[in-house]
């Protein structure tokens, strides 16, 4: 999978796409590989890397959702349960089952949680991740050493799933490209283009590296952009009303010694009344998140300093010994695209969770929705689609469809499991070239074989690609992505035949990118259009 064969496909297709994907990440991808196997011809077009939106900046948590549970919804709950079923079936190199302890320091939250949990067991059904128990205190302290002492009574464990966001995002990209999707990123649609009637049947789009404006036409444009999905509306009309309210949340990342064990602490109510989770993930342990309504969606949005503080402040709550600024490894917001209530009515399918909504131009929108119910809002988007652009009716296959790197035993593979059965291969690059299995940076577990594996198979194009979804490495620790930078960057340029130029190019772009995830005073925003 390489990006010159990806434009090659794009070059020699004359004919008209039966769809047009705009934009790459979980909603797009998921609508690709839904609608390549069912044998459409699909293109999807991303504007900067796949995954670099919402998409790599999850909780990275595949689940039902306890907070709507206790809202009453229970569906929606049972839908996500199910996915979340569906997606370990498909995905075991990359979703895992994870423990998730409800601390209690009251008396009515033992029998109020232990209820409530079980409900969410029970609804899983067969797609069950594990029975929730009522833990005494020492079970507790045994679990989370770290969990503050102070007043605890026990705690209720639930089981949940967790996955890397990206890593599963770039083997999807994969997936609808074995299926025979064709897709592109660093192409970013600037137009689209309709028929005498006034119907959308193509888009206008820029490649990024080059400059070059292409269009390309289809029966169905899908509009899949996530918190820029009214940009997207508004080349068709620019006078339509807006149905994406942005709201942003971020999360913080410490080293594992806050939370050493392998289970999680999950509050349900802050002091804001939202849920917060503390995760060990990838070594480290990740904290949030928050939810902060913002005027306009940024690609690259950066933390205010209100949202640190809460999360600060709410862990240290919890902990026994509180972090603080000087504790934070790396800093991550991601936007999310909620639709609004307003616009409800008028949309073509309305799902509590995630919207259809198809304009007067015939563009189709979806948003909303999350990671863990991708492949349903996929294919509920692509029966849509079909309808639309009256595409020959074709059932929806993706429930036994295996997401690329699929591996009954990924464990087998130690730090490489999450490559799956791609693994090996990473392991040969290493056989033959012994450098490569130097680490990238001393606090990280990444190696130069992942830089390569990435540009000749995963179409990572930049130092920023590599080290922020190929790799996680920005999202876990800046300052150890920043030592790695030069050398990800020399090993990218001999794998692309560029120059000094392009890697002094990089970096400096590498760096931009680098202070937002850097609490350095400089990163951090606060202003209304951060
Ligand atoms: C803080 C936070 C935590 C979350 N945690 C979880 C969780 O733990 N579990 C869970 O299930 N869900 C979670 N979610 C929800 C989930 O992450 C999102 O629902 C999902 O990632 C949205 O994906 P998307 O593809 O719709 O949007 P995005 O991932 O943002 O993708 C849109 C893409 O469109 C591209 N694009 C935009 N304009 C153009 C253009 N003109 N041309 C081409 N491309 C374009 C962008 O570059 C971007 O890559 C969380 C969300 C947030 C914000």
Redesign the pocket.
């Known amino acids: 999978m390489t990006r010159a064969q990806m434009l090659h496909r794009l070059q020699a297709h004359a004919a008209a796409w039966d769809i047009i994907v ?8 998921g609508v690709a590989i839904d609608a390549a196997a069912r044998g459409y011809d699909v293109l999807l ?19 039902g959702g306890v907070r709507y549970l206790e809202q009453g919804n229970v569906s929606l709950v049972m839908e996500a349960l199910k996915e979340r079923g569906i997606l370990r079936q498909n995905a075991p190199h990359l979703v895992s089952n994870l423990a998730f302890i409800v601390p209690n320091y009251d008396w009515w939250e033992a029998p109020f949680y232990g209820l409530g949990l079980k409900i969410y067991n029970v609804l899983s059904g067969k797609y069950g991740f594990g029975p929730s128990q009522i833990l005494s205190r020492e079970d507790t302290l045994q679990r989370l050493p770290t969990i503050n002492r102070e007043g605890l009574r026990g705690g209720v464990v639930y089981y949940d799933g967790q996955f890397d ?1 990206a890593r599963l995002l770039i083997n999807m990209v994969a997936t609808a490209a074995e299926q025979g999707a064709t897709l592109v990123n660093y ?4 137009g689209l283009t309709k028929d005498g009637n006034g119907f959308v049947n193509g888009v206008v ?1 820029r490649d990024e590296e080059n400059g070059n404006t292409f269009t390309a036409s289809a029966k169905v444009v899908v509009n ?5 999905t009214d ?2 509306r508004r080349l068709a009309d620019p006078s339509l009303e807006a149905m994406i309210a942005p ?5 913080l990342v410490f080293d594992r010694s806050f939370l050493p064990g392998e289970s999680a602490i999950m509050v349900p109510h802050t002091s804001d009344g939202r849920v917060m989770f503390a995760i060990p993930w990838r070594g480290h342990t990740l904290v ?2 928050t939810d902060t309504p913002i005027p306009e969606p940024t ?1 690259e949005p950066s933390a205010r300093e209100e949202e640190i503080q809460f999360i600060l402040t709410t862990a240290g709550q919890y902990l026994h010994k509180a972090p603080s600024r000087a504790d934070v490894l790396s800093v991550f ?5 909620l639709v609004t209530a307003a616009n409800a009515s008028n949309t073509a399918a309305l799902s509590r969770d995630h919207t259809i909504h198809i304009d007067a131009s015939g563009l189709l929108s979806i ?8 492949r349903h809002m996929a294919e509920d988007c692509v029966n849509h689609a079909a309808t639309l652009g009256q595409l020959l009716e074709r059932e929806c296959v993706t429930r036994q469809l295996n997401i690329h790197g699929f591996h009954p035993h990924p464990e087998r593979f130690g730090q490489l499991s999450s490559y799956g059965s791609d693994a090996p291969a990473i392991n040969e690059l290493m056989e033959r070239e012994p450098e490569l299995a130097a680490p990238l940076a001393e606090a990280l577990p990444y190696v130069g074989a992942e830089v390569v594996w990435a540009v000749r198979h995963e179409m990572a194009r930049t130092v920023e690609d590599v080290l922020s979804r190929r790799t996680r490495a920005l999202f876990l620790n800046v300052k150890a992505a920043r030592e790695a930078a030069a050398r990800v960057a020399s090993l990218m340029a001999q794998e692309l035949g560029t120059d000094a130029n392009w890697k002094a190019r990089q970096l400096v772009a590498f760096e931009q990118v680098a202070r937002h995830f850097s609490l350095e005073a400089d990163a951090v925003g606060g202003g209304p259009d951060n």
């Not at 705009?22 to 991808?29: E, L, Q, R, W």
């Not at 709201?247 to 999360?251: A, M, N, R, V």
């Open positions: 705009i934009g790459g990440g979980a909603t797009g991808v077009l991303e504007g900067s890397d796949f995954g670099k939106g919402t998409s790599s900046r999850s909780t990275k948590l595949v689940h966001d192409c970013h649609v600037t789009a899949a952009t996530g918190p820029f940009a997207l709201s942003q949340g971020i999360h949030g998140t690609l917001t991601g936007i999310r695209p948003a909303g929705g999350k990671w863990t119910t991708y």
